[in-house]
T-cell receptor
Framework: EAGVAQSPRYKIIEKRQSVAFWCNPI?????LYWYQQILGQGPKLLIQ????????DSQLPKDRFSAERLKGVDSTLKIQPAKLEDSAVYLC????????????????FGNGTRLTVT | DAKTTQPPSMDCAEGRAANLPCNHS???????VYWYRQIHSQGPQYIIH???NNETNEMASLIITEDRKSSTLILPHATLRDTAVYYC?????????????FGGGTRVLVKP
């Protein structure tokens, strides 16, 4: 099966600029996640979608970060305006819908977008 | 979700078994133990998970102690491609989805 696709692979912007990342999950996966991974740390969940609804965005800095998942498939994560501390890898992951035999399904990650804010 | 404790780093020899420990002394009865690894410049990759019983798949074996307070991930024949950061995560299955909370992991270096 095709994996989770993310683009762009790398992005360099200046502080106060805006940036958007795109994610295409594995076909049939209803749950989609965006994680932020700062160098040397484990990934941190930013937002979780179930189909096109938000399940958890408690750690999303909503004053500058936004995410959407129109039609319950692709998703975009936007930062506006960017700060120096936003420099990180942004990872997208997907998993099968919770429930029944798929309740325990693992997450499948893309290779991320490396953002550098100068 | 319960926290885990892992050594920050470890080395192992190519071709030998790699045993990666994880302590999760506050684990609850309904929390699963998951292992992921992250190779440089890639996203985390699922390895294995279990609740009570030992588990084995084509990648690794997971040994969970009887009291479930610790576990060991075993890579039976480590190769250079197994060099990665390994994350041990415990979490409850929730109806709303399978959120994972990552710690710092163990940085494993497989040496020739």
């Amino acid at each position: 099966e095709a994996g989770v696709a993310q683009s762009p692979r790398y992005k360099i912007i200046e502080k106060r600029q805006s940036v958007a990342f795109w994610c295409n999950p594995i076909s049939g996966h209803a749950t989609l996640y965006w994680y932020q991974q700062i160098l040397g740390q484990g990934p941190k969940l930013l937002i979780q979608f179930q189909n096109n609804g938000v399940v958890d965005d408690s750690q999303l800095p909503k004053d500058r970060f936004s995410a959407e998942r129109l039609k319950g498939v692709d998703s975009t994560l936007k930062i506006q305006p960017a700060k120096l501390e936003d420099s990180a890898v942004y990872l997208c992951a997907s998993s099968l819908r919770a429930g029944g035999s798929s309740y325990n399904s693992p997450l499948h990650f893309g290779n991320g977008t490396r953002l550098t804010v100068t | 979700d319960a926290k885990t404790t892992q050594p920050p780093s470890m080395d192992c020899a190519e071709g030998r078994a790699a045993n990666l420990p994880c302590n999760h002394s506050t684990i609850s009865g309904n929390e699963y133990v998951y292992w992921y690894r992250q190779i440089h410049s890639q996203g985390p990759q699922y390895i294995i998970h279990g609740l009570k019983n030992n588990e084995t798949n084509e990648m690794a074996s997971l040994i969970i102690t009887e009291d479930r307070k610790s576990s060991t991930l075993i890579l039976p024949h480590a190769t250079l491609r197994d060099t990665a950061v390994y994350y041990c995560i415990v979490r409850v299955e929730r109806a709303a989805g399978n959120k994972l909370t990552f710690g710092g992991g163990t940085r494993v270096l497989v040496k020739p």
